[in-house]
């Protein structure tokens, strides 16, 4: 069964939500790192 319209677009926004709270931790994680101790995947 393929979802309705709109299930789809509340299925759309919760994934954008969910992403928009993954980049915020990561970027808090990454600020909250002393630069010194970064590891070559952040540069």
């Known amino acids: 069964m ?3 319209p ?3 677009r509340a299925m759309m926004e919760q994934l954008k939500t ?3 709270q993954i ?3 990561i970027a808090t ?3 909250n790192r002393p630069n ?3 590891p070559s995947a952040f540069r």
Do not use: A, D, G, S
């Open 36 to 38: 010194k101790k970064m």
């Open 18 to 20: 969910l992403t928009v």
């Open 29 to 31: 994680i990454t600020l």
């Open 6 to 8: 709109n299930q789809k």
């Open 23 to 25: 980049e915020h931790q």
């Open 2 to 4: 393929t979802p309705l």
